[in-house]
């Protein structure tokens, strides 16, 4: 597929943010349990992004700072991108990059993120309630298996190679610096890019 | 005893801060700097709120900078604190996609991510382990506790079965359990 040969119309633009506005309450979890269905809409049914630029996206907001919603906004990006030619385009692809970043973000927090802060309110304001201590202690049990779930696919992505057990001895080691000390967590962070970046470039 | 920010721009930052720290997601970061440094939460109060922010939908950071912001400024604050968890990690971001395509076929990038996710692996983990004084003073015994723990741990990681199918059942149960525990 030829990126540059995607055009969208304005109704296609405003199907982009209606269809991210529709999936914001379903992804509970983040939205990285939505992209199933994101990759349907955007690259199998209207093509709007190649393969790799989908894979992409979810792998540098994965290795860039911040929340890892950013994938959704990387992903209008890019697609605003290819509507405007590509960034050799100059100026005017960079608006429509803009555009369909800013629409992608806004469709997939805006709901979410009112729901949030009306859940917020309500519970600040009984929080007193029975039922709302009940919900609130009930989870701390299933938030800590789900961090170790995390944890547990993080590190087996990283450990399927032939170094395998370098990587897996990083997450350990990593676990036990952060637990019992201050270390700061950049610095790890370095030290894993390093290591990961001399066992690949001198097998 | 906890503090509180001081004002809405130390709520801005401190969210900018901790996002720009946060490689493959930020809940590490969030407990180090909400936590240990800033003290803001107690580790307690920090596994309530996280939990409340990873049950609703939407990113769990983004929810938690909403509820955090709002519980000490009100809506502004919680417009300040969301403002900071993604004005300037947007920025990075596409500015690194802008220039991956010309370094992603290069193996020591690539092994650069491995070995940073695999330590990003490592303090997932130990956010967990720093969490687990919040069994201390729960009303549950811990054996109970970590019997949920570990139905969630194998219905997600190891029978990779969805989300939602894990923890709607286990979350009622906790939380009959729990109920059932408190007094009224």
């Known amino acids: ?203 | 005893m906890t503090q509180r920010p001081q004002s809405r721009s130390a709520l801005f930052w401190a969210f900018t801060w901790l996002a720009l720290q946060g490689f493959g997601g930020v809940l590490a970061v969030a407990q180090r700097v909400l936590v240990d440094e800033r003290q803001w939460l107690t580790p307690e109060e920090f596994a309530e709120e996280w939990a409340a922010a990873q049950v609703l939908p939407g990113p769990n950071v983004v929810n938690l900078s909403i509820m955090l912001g709002e519980r000490y400024f009100g809506w502004r604050g919680a417009l300040c604190a969301f403002a900071g968890i993604l004005s300037l990690p947007t920025v990075v971001a596409v500015l690194l996609a802008s220039v991956y395509a010309q370094f992603a076929n290069l193996p020591a990038v690539a092994g650069a991510l491995q070995g940073m996710s695999a330590v990003a692996a490592g303090l997932v983990a130990a956010t967990a382990l720093k969490l687990a004084v919040a069994f201390k003073k729960h009303p549950l015994p811990l054996a109970l506790n970590l019997g949920l723990l570990t139905a969630v741990f194998v219905g997600v990681a190891w029978w990779h079965q969805p989300l939602a199918w894990v923890l709607l059942p286990l979350a009622v149960l906790s939380y009959a359990l729990t109920w059932r525990r408190l007094l009224p």
């Open chain 1, 1 to 203: 597929m030829n990126a540059s040969a995607v055009v969208l119309s304005l109704s296609d633009w405003w199907d982009l943010l209606t269809h991210f506005l529709g999936l914001s309450l379903m992804a509970v979890g983040g939205a990285i349990t939505t992209t199933t269905d994101m990759h349907r809409f955007l690259v199998l049914d209207h093509a709007w992004l190649t393969d790799a630029q989908f894979n992409a996206a979810v792998a540098i907001a994965q290795a860039a700072p911040g929340p890892n919603v950013l994938f959704v906004g990387l992903m209008g990006w890019s697609l605003g991108l290819n509507s405007g030619g590509g960034l050799g385009q100059g100026l005017e692809a960079v608006w429509l990059g803009l555009m369909g970043l800013g629409l992608a973000m806004v469709g997939i927090l805006l709901p979410s993120s009112l729901l949030t802060w009306l859940a917020t309110r309500w519970a600040t304001q009984n929080k007193e309630r029975r039922a709302v201590r009940a919900f609130k202690l009930s989870l701390i049990p299933l938030v800590m298996g789900l961090l170790l779930a995390t944890a547990w696919t993080l590190a087996r992505g990283a450990g399927q190679s032939a170094t395998a057990p370098v990587f897996w001895g990083l997450t350990v080691l990593s676990t036990w610096l952060v637990w019992r000390t201050r270390i700061h967590m950049l610095w790890l962070l370095g030290a894993g890019a390093a290591v990961g970046a001399f066992l690949s470039a001198w097998p």
